[in-house]
């Protein structure tokens, strides 16, 4: 079907602005000040079947009488990539009351729409809401087939532009007879003339959302790929739409949907200035990500591990009550840009619990870390109870009950409060045992149903589902720190010690069991602030120093801890350290930290090494029977 030529189109040079007045399908051109000017409603959840088919130019109702838009999926694959959350920002800016003095939002009445869409989620729904109400629909290729494919009228842009999709569709709407349809200001006689001159019809919404190029990068696919996945056409509409927002609506995610027909339906076919605005300003925000995204894999294709300009993009997982204290406003973002990772704390689905807290996501975040250090293959179940993102419990077993029950005794006096991880899926006495405890967070690859019947008679202990251990690749992302006026960038801390890797620099070597702690300990001690003491016996975490500013006192504070937690045991004095060993996150700087847990009864060390008085140390730990061995590198957590 040809679009209206533009003789007959209300854009015609009869119409123009300037030469004739105000023509009826002017009004939607023309300032506020001559339209009705109700301020639009706040969007309605989206429940009810479509409009009734009917002539395909029927007027959208009046709010009072008219039937409310067809429900439309909250969701969306593309973009953000498929960790990212889907979220209705706009939905939600709509919603939101005006500012008290707000002046009345312009109104633009939408009459023609260029559909460009790879995320086909909810496409004929909006399509058919569009098309019944009377907007002539504009699509590229398999846009137009889906919509065709719906019976609803649609004209190809390649039939409107005269040009055919072409070089494997790099080139579909990069054409002046859209670009000019998106960017000529509708109330300057001079746009109003060029535009006529050249056959460019106006487009009043445009709908695109991109080639799934995080997507693509994510399962791994070629770098050619990858290239051919990168958008160009849908971001020039969009970035062209989105500057042109007083006259143009840009819709860039399926989350926005309900919020533009329920618009629509509130005005006479019209949006407001306030939600094009809104969505205007979304669309740069989701092209700066896709963009992030793009430049992020090129960087990589091109070995630049820190680039001259870095970009990072977060999608808004949720607001939070508060920071980290009550006077501080904070929210949730899930990066989008593709340097997050998988598997974390922010793709973690919720299955219960209130909603999480900014420090509970700190706290979880750590613990997560900390569990999925332990290979569920090579190291069996783990536990970790975390409390003010130190750990205060870490323990492997036979089982996740085990394995929680060994973590908790660790020092169950912190743990009230916690947050616990595993690295294996919560089975029913995993459950039990948990559910024994009172803690804010639960995160996990997984629960059985059983557990999950437990777990639910807590109602307010979280429980996050990530499917899954992260990758263990070196590939584990960029940590990024806040400073005043910047940030820092670094590498994940991936250093692992072997029995193969590290140093005896003792007399005496380790004993087998003693090396399985000491190594066991040292994957832990990364993860405690420093600096960093930690006591490890068996398999598990028996004292714990932590973010002291001098070495001497974590170690100090690490063996009294020790001891006050076996006494409240009831154990035998000394107990939990006697023929314990100690993993240091940094190289003692003098002998007294090393005689500190000699004397609590540690008989093996492991540390990195590289003191100017590392033979003072050494000599410390030979006078006392005891092993030591350097892994060769530091593990500061700051
Ligand atoms: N090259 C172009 O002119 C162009 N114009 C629109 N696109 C994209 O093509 C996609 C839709 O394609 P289709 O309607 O054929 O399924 C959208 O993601 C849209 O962003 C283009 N593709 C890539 O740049």
Redesign the pocket.
């Known amino acids: 079907m040809p679009l209206a030529a533009a003789t007959a189109d209300p854009w015609s040079a009869a119409a123009r602005p300037g030469r004739t007045g105000v023509p009826p399908l002017m009004a939607a051109f023309v300032p506020a000040a001559a339209l009705p000017t109700r301020r639009p409603p706040p969007v309605r959840a989206a429940t009810s079947s479509a409009p009734a088919g009917g002539a395909a130019r029927r007027r959208l109702p009046r709010p009072s009488r008219c039937a409310a838009p067809p429900a439309v999926a909250m969701t969306s694959t593309?973009p953000p990539p498929s960790d990212a959350p889907a979220t209705a920002p706009a939905a939600e800016a709509a919603a939101a009351p005006s500012p008290p003095g707000a002046p009345a939002p312009t109104m633009v009445r939408v009459r023609r729409a260029l559909?460009?869409?790879?995320?086909?989620t909810s496409l004929v729904g909006m399509a058919t809401y569009l098309s019944e109400n009377g907007v002539e629909l504009l699509?590229?290729?398999?846009?137009?087939?889906?919509l065709r494919a719906a019976d609803l009228p649609v004209v190809d842009?390649a039939d409107y532009t005269g040009f055919p999709?072409m070089?494997d569709?790099?080139?579909?709407?990069?054409?002046p007879k859209?670009h000019g349809g998106l960017l000529g200001i509708r109330d300057s006689a001079d746009h109003v003339d060029a535009m006529a001159a050249a056959d460019i019809l106006p487009i009043d919404l445009v709908i695109?959302?991109?080639?799934?190029f995080g997507e693509t990068v994510a399962r791994g696919a070629p770098w050619a790929e990858c290239v051919e996945n990168?958008?160009?056409?849908?971001?020039?509409?969009?970035r062209a739409a989105a500057k042109n927002h007083s006259h143009v609506t840009v819709v860039t995610d399926v989350s926005q949907y309900a919020a533009v027909m329920n618009e629509l339906a509130d005005n006479d076919c019209s949006t407001g200035s306030r939600l094009r605005l809104r969505l205007a300003a979304e669309a740069y925000g989701a092209m700066a990500a896709y963009d992030a995204a793009v430049a992020r894999r090129f960087h990589q294709q091109a070995g630049t591990a820190f680039p001259p300009v870095v970009t990072w993009a977060g999608a808004l997982k949720q607001t939070l009550r508060y920071g980290e204290n009550p006077h501080q406003a904070a929210a949730f973002y899930a990066d989008v840009s593709g340097g997050g990772g998988s598997r974390g704390v922010a793709s973690a689905e919720q299955i219960q619990g209130k909603e999480l807290s900014y420090n509970n996501i700190s706290d979880t975040d750590a613990a997560w870390a900390l569990a999925a250090e332990f290979d569920p293959a090579t190291d069996g179940p783990a536990a970790v109870v975390v409390k003010h993102a130190n750990p205060c419990g870490v323990a492997t077993g036979e089982t996740a009950e085990a394995a929680f029950t060994r973590a908790l005794a660790c020092d169950p006096l912190s743990a009230f409060g916690g947050i616990i991880a595993l690295n294996v899926a919560v089975d029913k006495a995993a459950a039990e045992a948990i559910a024994g405890l009172f803690a804010e967070v639960l995160i996990a690859p997984d629960v059985s149903g059983a557990a999950a019947e437990v777990l639910a008679k807590k109602k307010n202990l979280r429980v996050l589902l990530t499917g899954g251990l992260p990758p263990r690749d070196a590939a584990a992302g960029l940590l990024l720190k806040s400073v005043s006026g910047g940030f820092l960038l670094q590498g994940a801390d991936t250093a692992v010690a072997s029995s193969a890797s590290v140093r005896v620099v003792t007399k005496r070597a380790p004993t087998d069991a003693e090396m399985r702690d000491l190594l066991f300990a040292n994957r832990i001690v990364k993860h405690v602030k420093s600096n960093a003491i930690l006591f490890a016996r068996d398999g598990r975490a028996v004292g714990t120093g932590a973010g002291q500013m001098s070495r001497v006192d974590a170690a100090r504070i690490a063996a009294w801890k020790a001891g006050e937690t076996g006494r409240e045991a009831g154990e035998a004095e000394g107990a939990r350290t006697a023929g314990s060993v100690v993993a240091s996150d940094a190289f003692f700087p003098f002998a007294d930290g090393l005689v500190a847990v000699a004397d609590a009864g540690a008989t093996a060390v492991i540390q990195p090494g590289g003191s100017k008085r590392d033979a003072e140390v050494i000599a410390a730990a030979d006078e006392r029977g005891m092993a030591m061995v350097f892994c060769d590198f530091r593990t500061f957590k700051h």
Do not use: F, Q
Request: without cysteine; neutral net charge; glycine residues 12%.
């Open positions: 593309n559909l460009s869409v790879s995320d086909k699509s590229t290729g398999g846009t137009a087939a889906a842009v999709e070089l569709g790099r080139v579909k709407t990069l054409h859209v695109v959302n991109l080639y799934p990168v958008d160009i056409g849908g971001p020039a509409m969009v």
